[in-house]
């Protein structure tokens, strides 16, 4: 296979620092990583769709660009691989000696877990991933609820009706636990607002590319009385973006900053920071220090999740965002309470 190369909320510009926080969640206890003299530079990112998706990829993309711009490195990537060739391309990089396997979203974690057993040599990190049984599994899992906690305040903000809309791409138990986080809390604003029945209306599109069907999706819920949307479903989210124009209805972006994608329809986004991933990630991979049998986690602490408002933006809204980030930082809100499971 050819190897191909295609106004911040205030309150978080007072985190700093990028530490991990590590947990636990694998079955095996034992934490540690393969031998240093074993280790090789060459290191490569797996990416699963196009990075000019406006999400998931785009956001993976300027975050191997960001590692190689501050630490100097040759971070290769390869993009749009199909789920049909994760372990064909997994078993390419571990077989040309790569040490570092980085692989971006979670449906990674199975072929991940029959590809690594055989490459001991080569550490396999899949960003989002939970499956970490091995000594050279080290997988990186953005904690994406705390950031759909900052959106939900958004939203919960901003309706007029009390009748959000959410699409997702597909059902797993990060996404589950990130809408559920989303919903449980809007609903808790709407209703502290004075809006009597606040309704959420979620559906999956099955599918990460289905502009049409992103739209579709979103006309029947703004028929439905939807007036705002959250979306994470990557170029699905195209056609509903699109839509929510036509209808002018509001959008909250997420992941990646999307308020210059339709100005006046996106309200405000949620950005992820892969450039501090990243260059954690790789920085611990080449000190040695990526250990393997455990989920590394980051989120909100580590300053990963930024909202960003378009100019304009009502002070109250910016606001309320510092003040529920507070409330986290504090321990005030516990979001795994909002878990459905």
């Given at each position: 296979?050819?190897?191909?190369?295609?106004?911040?909320?205030?309150?978080?510009?007072?985190?700093?620092?990028?530490?991990?926080?590590?947990?636990?969640?694998?079955?095996?206890?034992?934490?540690?990583?393969?031998?240093?003299?074993?280790?090789?530079?060459?290191?490569?990112?797996?990416?699963?769709?196009?990075?000019?998706?406006?999400?998931?990829?785009?956001?993976?993309?300027?975050?191997?660009?960001?590692?190689?711009?501050?630490?100097?490195?040759?971070?290769?990537?390869?993009?749009?691989?199909?789920?049909?060739?994760?372990?064909?391309?997994?078993?390419?990089?571990?077989?040309?000696?790569?040490?570092?396997?980085?692989?971006?979203?979670?449906?990674?974690?199975?072929?991940?877990?029959?590809?690594?057993?055989?490459?001991?040599?080569?550490?396999?990190?899949?960003?989002?991933?939970?499956?970490?049984?091995?000594?050279?599994?080290?997988?990186?899992?953005?904690?994406?609820?705390?950031?759909?906690?900052?959106?939900?305040?958004?939203?919960?903000?901003?309706?007029?009706?009390?009748?959000?809309?959410?699409?997702?791409?597909?059902?797993?138990?990060?996404?589950?636990?990130?809408?559920?986080?989303?919903?449980?809390?809007?609903?808790?604003?709407?209703?502290?607002?004075?809006?009597?029945?606040?309704?959420?209306?979620?559906?999956?599109?099955?599918?990460?590319?289905?502009?049409?069907?992103?739209?579709?999706?979103?006309?029947?819920?703004?028929?439905?009385?939807?007036?705002?949307?959250?979306?994470?479903?990557?170029?699905?989210?195209?056609?509903?973006?699109?839509?929510?124009?036509?209808?002018?209805?509001?959008?909250?972006?997420?992941?990646?900053?999307?308020?210059?994608?339709?100005?006046?329809?996106?309200?405000?986004?949620?950005?992820?920071?892969?450039?501090?991933?990243?260059?954690?990630?790789?920085e611990q991979y080449m000190d040695g220090k990526l250990q393997g049998n455990k989920v590394h986690e980051i989120g909100i602490r580590e300053g990963i999740f930024v909202p960003v408002f378009p100019e304009g933006t009502p002070e109250g809204l910016r606001d309320a965002v510092d003040q529920g980030t507070s409330d986290f930082l504090k321990g005030k809100v516990d979001l795994t309470q909002w878990f459905s499971d």
């Open positions: 296979m050819k190897i191909s190369e295609i106004k911040i909320s205030r309150f978080l510009l007072a985190l700093a620092g990028a530490s991990i926080l590590t947990a636990g969640g694998c079955r095996q206890a034992v934490a540690d990583s393969p031998a240093a003299e074993h280790r090789t530079e060459k290191m490569v990112a797996i990416l699963p769709g196009m990075i000019e998706d406006q999400s998931w990829n785009k956001i993976n993309y300027e975050g191997i660009l960001k590692c190689r711009e501050t630490l100097g490195v040759d971070l290769e990537f390869v993009q749009n691989v199909t789920e049909s060739d994760f372990e064909a391309v997994l078993t390419e990089y571990g077989s040309q000696g790569y040490g570092l396997v980085m692989a971006a979203g979670s449906q990674f974690d199975d072929a991940v877990s029959v590809v690594a057993p055989r490459f001991p040599d080569t550490t396999f990190c899949v960003v989002n991933g939970s499956f970490c049984q091995g000594r050279n599994v080290a997988p990186i899992f953005p904690k994406e609820y705390e950031a759909s906690y900052l959106a939900s305040i958004i939203a919960g903000n901003i309706t007029r009706s009390g009748i959000l809309g959410i699409i997702a791409g597909y059902p797993n138990a990060p996404m589950e636990h990130l809408l559920d986080v989303y919903e449980k809390n809007a609903m808790d604003i709407i209703s502290q607002r004075g809006i009597e029945n606040p309704q959420t209306l979620r559906s999956y599109a099955n599918s990460w590319s289905n502009v049409d069907l992103g739209k579709k999706i979103v006309e029947q819920m703004i028929d439905s009385g939807a007036d705002t949307l959250f979306i994470y479903a990557n170029e699905v989210g195209f056609g509903c973006i699109q839509a929510a124009k036509e209808r002018q209805v509001r959008v909250i972006g997420f992941s990646d900053n999307q308020n210059d994608l339709e100005p006046g329809t996106v309200a405000a986004s949620v950005y992820f920071d892969f450039g501090t991933l990243y260059r954690w990630t790789v």
